[in-house]
């Protein structure tokens, strides 16, 4: 299975860099983790939970972090097992690109399955994946605003028409 996308994110490249590096962050962002802990220099024990179609398995594997060029980019080896389950391992580039509205994660994922979860067929395991990825994304945008406050947006037209007594109650001009 291959992945790619680009994310624009509303933080700086070092605050997303810092977090993508931070495993309470990853442990919050990542959809059925349970558990990302440092067991060396760059290298990190990981337990999830997964469901993808009929097949449910709580998986334990590792991530190793390699060809590292702090704050702008690296490549995540990954590969965990789900006992009957099966197996997932493969590969993650990831970069980061500041831009006047924070940064662009950019990644390309290549990733192998075994087991049960190979049986499934590649439209279920590639929908799995998109939908974990785009949980992923959300619930890092969410951990950032948290952390960073919302990126400063323009207010809508109707706001910018309204008055002071309107935008408090919440009504606008013609009310």
């Not at 990981?46 to 590292?68: E, R």
């Not at 997932?88 to 994660?105: M, R, T, Y």
């Not at 007594?165 to 606008?172: D, E, F, Q, R, V």
Request: glycine fraction near 14%; include cysteine; proline fraction near 3%.
């Amino acid at each position: 299975m291959e992945m790619q996308g680009t994310r624009q994110l509303a933080v700086t490249q070092q605050q997303a860099w810092d977090a993508l590096n931070d495993p309470e962050v990853l442990k919050i962002c990542i959809p059925g983790c349970d558990k990302v802990e440092a067991t060396g220099e760059n290298q990190y024990a990981i337990g999830m939970a997964l469901k993808i179609g009929p097949v449910s398995a709580k998986f334990g594997g590792k991530i190793v972090l390699a060809d590292i060029v702090a704050p702008a980019s690296y490549t995540i080896a990954f590969e965990g097992q789900g006992g009957v389950a099966g197996f997932g391992k493969g590969s993650a580039k990831v970069n980061l690109v500041p831009n006047d509205e924070g940064c662009e994660l950019q990644y390309g994922v290549q990733a192998q399955v075994g087991g049960k979860v190979a049986q499934l067929g590649q439209r279920l395991i590639d929908g799995a994946a998109k939908s974990l990825s785009e949980d992923f994304f959300k619930r890092f945008d969410n951990e950032m605003r948290k952390r960073h406050g919302a990126a400063d947006e323009e207010p809508a037209e109707e706001e910018k028409k309204a008055g002071w007594l309107a935008k408090l109650t919440g009504k606008g001009k013609d009310a």
